[in-house]
């Protein structure tokens, strides 16, 4: 089949990676001049399974009201007349149930299992580097209270089959030495060994030219204008490219693969799905051998960000912010993450050419992904990962294809559109 792919973020790379080794022809649609530019060039480097309790649960409620007038709070909701933000928060209190939460948590369990094992078998086949380390992913608290509520979403995670094991104060600071600055404040954690770290734009970049090498068509610097629907198909896609020219584009399947951007395009064919821009921040931190930042990856509870050795920087990245799709990078909440990545690594790299970003990641209120065939017969979708869509490329994009190719997908896993 002639398969068009619409986003070449990190989904829609393995996406279109998977679909050609399939056996399908493959093109790719991007609006920006590579690949990865967007909300996959600077997240937080984590393949964190053991990320599966969704901000949706039963203690989110009262947290997003004592964080509402926070200008650095990890989940900061800035109320705007916009419906698809009211409908959104709606959403996300339903969500919050503790057995929608319970439910959700299986799903990105599996998921993100599955996907785990996915990377690293492409890992294997293409030799792809991307400065990943296999060190696992350290998760800790310096709040007793919270470290003793987290402790049921733990055992949920372990009984779907994540080995995620509760450590001590102690045994975090063996975990990761460089830990030992605030070795007293800590209260216990949780590690998971099997997850790992790595920079999802390098890998990408990357597999998108190994993609192109192998016959996948990438059309980049071109922006989508419009789904064109005829019946209970898509019967084309309108573009155009940098010079303004519009193009009409025909496939047998459309894969849609566009973020937090999705309901732009899907809600004039009538697919209406909850998908809202959730924006994150990053700082990057050079740092070399006269500096001490962690190797091992680690998640910061208390303040909701994830910090990665990639290469010779540290990625300190969180925080999400409901503003719409306004990507301007707002300081005080890049001053946030520089504050708390030094005060936990006094040494942590150089202060002095520290680089930040803002990327808008596509947020469900559960924060399950739309994984699965939508409301026209050749039209697919993958997308609203969240702050899980580097964790969960791999796996969403083989499943798909074998969606697409009408194959049974391996993972366990409630599709979208299925019956």
Known sequence: MK?????????????AWYLRKA????????RQAEAG??????????ISVSHAEPWANPSAPMQVL???????APLLFRPRLDWRQIRWGLNFLKECTSARTLAN???LVHLGLYSRECLRELRAATGIQYDHLEKGILHYFTDAAEFERALGAAKEMRQHGLELELITAEQCVQIEPALRHIRGQLAGGTFTARDESGDAFKFTRDLAHMAARDGVQFRY????????????AIDSVVISASNGKEEVLRADAYLLCLGSYSPLLLG??????????????SITIPTGPEHEAPFVSLTDHDYKIAMSRLGDRLRVAGTAELNGYDTSINRVRCEMLVRRAFEVFPNAGDRGRIEYWAGLRPGTPGNVPYLGRARYRNLYLNTGHGTLGWTNACGSAQAIADLIGGRRPQLGFRFYGAA
């Open 66 to 72: 004592k964080w509402m007038f926070k200008e650095d």
């Open 268 to 281: 004039p064919v009538g697919v209406n799905i909850a998908v809202y821009p959730l924006k994150g921040y």
């Open 105 to 107: 948590i299986e799903q």
């Open 3 to 15: 398969i068009l792919v619409l986003g070449a973020g990190v989904i829609g790379v393995t996406s």
């Open 23 to 30: 056996g399908h022809d493959v093109v790719v649609v991007e």
């Open 221 to 232: 610097a071109t922006t989508l204008r419009k789904l064109v629907a005829g019946g209970d």
């Open 37 to 46: 530019a967007e909300a996959s060039f600077a997240n937080g480097g984590q």
